[in-house]
Nanobody, 115 residues
Framework: QVRFVESGGGLVQDGESLTLSCVAS????????MGWYRQAPGKQLVFVAS???????NYVDSVKGQFTFSRNNRDDKVYLQMKGLKPEETGIYSC?????????WGRGSRVTVSS
């Protein structure tokens, strides 16, 4: 069982920044990948960024240079720093953990970018 504590969502203006955080706990002692996915209103869930326990980071092309994924090793909290947010990046950002081919999901943080 994996549990998540997510925070950092909110309402910002076009061009402003937000940082999401997520910490997972439970049965995650082995190699795993953590990441964020976004679901915009009326659209499918899409991959945003991820980091493995080997510190390999992946981003969807549209956020490269704009979003930064980082990890605090003291408390295993991961962060997604989002700069220059655009209205089309509005959505629910859900923390995801993949371990042993199983997916675990946080409840998500709402990010609203107003124009």
């Amino acid at each position: 069982q994996v549990r998540f504590v997510e925070s950092g969502g909110g309402l910002v203006q076009d061009g402003e920044s937000l940082t999401l955080s997520c910490v997972a706990s439970g049965d995650i002692i082995s190699f795993y990948i953590m990441g964020w996915y976004r679901q915009a209103p009326g659209k499918q869930l899409v991959f945003v960024a991820s980091m493995s326990t080997l510190y390999k980071i992946n981003y969807v092309d549209s956020v490269k240079g704009q979003f930064t994924f980082s990890r605090n090793n003291r408390d295993d909290k991961v962060y997604l720093q989002m700069k220059g947010l655009k209205p089309e990046e509005t959505g629910i950002y859900s923390c995801n953990l993949v371990k042993d081919i199983q997916n675990y999901w946080g409840r998500g943080s709402r990010v609203t970018v107003s124009s």
